[in-house]
């Protein structure tokens, strides 16, 4: 109908972009039509996403009650939505609650958000973990601890905002590896 008619350019500036709609809200016009899926696509739209475990983490079954995934499909979602060319454009992420990836390697889902998005300068981090089969799950500390910290200064030193569980190691990291931070929050 009428919606149609308004150029496609002006809608995403005007209605899209300018009401700063919520994720949810974006997420569900997004199922409302293929004009609606062609807006969200564009960069501009995605400024900010959580992906915290208490938004992505949350399903609803056929009973209409609430359902947790577990770990593992979680760490794979998170991958998806990462992956996705219309979050080339985040400036800010919360990954609060989400397993990072292995932990004798860079962590995976970190190394490709940074790569994916090279305008995000916001990042939030709290409760993540790494997990690996043969060493359990590790919060942030003990000998790995610092690996996260690793990832953020090797491949964006340029983080302006960050909050993150970090260890001594790690916190030495980040203080002489960030050199842009302009906030640091501990937990």
């Given at each position: 109908?009428?919606?149609?008619?308004?150029?496609?350019?002006?809608?995403?500036?005007?209605?899209?972009?300018?009401?700063?709609?919520?994720?949810?809200?974006?997420?569900?016009?997004?199922?409302?039509c293929?004009?609606?899926?062609?807006?969200?696509?564009?960069?501009?739209?995605?400024?900010?996403?959580?992906?915290?475990?208490?938004?992505?983490?949350?399903?609803?079954?056929?009973?209409?009650?609430?359902?947790?995934?577990?770990?593992?499909?979680l760490?794979?979602?998170?991958?998806?939505?990462?992956?996705?060319?219309?979050f080339?454009?985040?400036?800010?992420?919360?990954?609060?609650?989400?397993?990072?990836?292995?932990?004798?390697?860079?962590?995976a889902?970190?190394?490709?958000?940074?790569?994916?998005?090279?305008l995000?300068?916001?990042?939030?981090?709290?409760?993540?973990?790494?997990?690996?089969?043969?060493?359990?799950?590790?919060?942030?500390?003990?000998?790995?601890?610092?690996?996260?910290?690793?990832?953020?200064?090797?491949?964006?030193?340029?983080?302006?905002?960050?909050?993150?569980?970090?260890?001594?190691?790690?916190?030495?990291?980040?203080?002489?590896?960030?050199?842009?931070?302009?906030?640091?929050?501990?937990?």
């Open positions: 109908g009428l919606l149609y008619t308004i150029p496609e350019d002006l809608l995403i500036k005007k209605i899209v972009v300018a009401q700063k709609l919520s994720q949810k809200t974006k997420c569900r016009l997004y199922s409302t293929k004009l609606m899926q062609r807006l969200l696509e564009v960069t501009e739209v995605w400024t900010h996403v959580d992906m915290s475990y208490s938004v992505i983490g949350r399903r609803c079954t056929r009973a209409g009650r609430s359902s947790l995934l577990s770990p593992t499909p760490f794979f979602l998170s991958m998806d939505i990462v992956c996705l060319k219309r080339r454009g985040l400036q800010s992420a919360d990954l609060s609650g989400l397993n990072l990836g292995a932990l004798q390697q860079p962590p889902l970190l190394v490709h958000l940074l790569t994916n998005c090279p995000l300068t916001k990042l939030t981090l709290y409760n993540c973990y790494c997990k690996t089969p043969s060493f359990g799950i590790t919060q942030g500390r003990g000998p790995f601890g610092a690996l996260v910290e690793e990832t953020l200064v090797e491949l964006r030193p340029t983080l302006t905002h960050l909050c993150i569980e970090a260890s001594t190691l790690g916190l030495k990291k980040i203080v002489h590896g960030l050199t842009g931070l302009q906030s640091l929050h501990l937990m």
